[in-house]
């Protein structure tokens, strides 16, 4: 029976291992392509973090296989800044469809970004 101690051990953590749960949501680089957008927000870094918005939205991965909250109304209100109106307010739309919860604030930004015209 010992000798078969390491082989059970092995097995069992293997196992355990490859159960692991899935995680929610796929995030991608966002983690660095933000540091890098907070460090220099010149056009190529706010090209490349617009690029990681569109994969985080494009590709998700995560167990719900929906966008991560906040993300549509991130891009969004980068579309807004690049003077890209109708775009930023379907992204911030998408993120009360999702998010329901998100509307109280999102709503005023909308309402926001149309009183502008």
């Keep these: ?28 680089d966002y983690d660095n392509m933000s540091y890098k957008f907070l460090k220099n927000q010149d056009d190529k870094t706010i090209e490349d973090f617009m690029k990681c918005y569109q994969q985080i939205i494009n ?37 009360i469809s999702f998010y329901p919860e998100s509307k109280p604030f999102i709503g005023r930004i909308i309402k926001m970004i149309k009183d502008e015209k």
């Design 59 to 95: 590709k998700q991965k995560g167990a719900r296989n929906i966008v991560p909250p906040g993300v549509y109304a991130d891009y969004g209100f980068f579309l807004y800044q690049k003077g890209e109106n109708k775009e930023a307010i379907e992204m911030l739309n998408k993120e």
């Design 1 to 28: 029976m010992k000798k078969n101690t390491p082989v059970i051990l092995i097995f069992l953590s293997t196992l355990l291992c490859s159960c692991a749960p899935k995680a929610l949501y796929s995030f991608y």
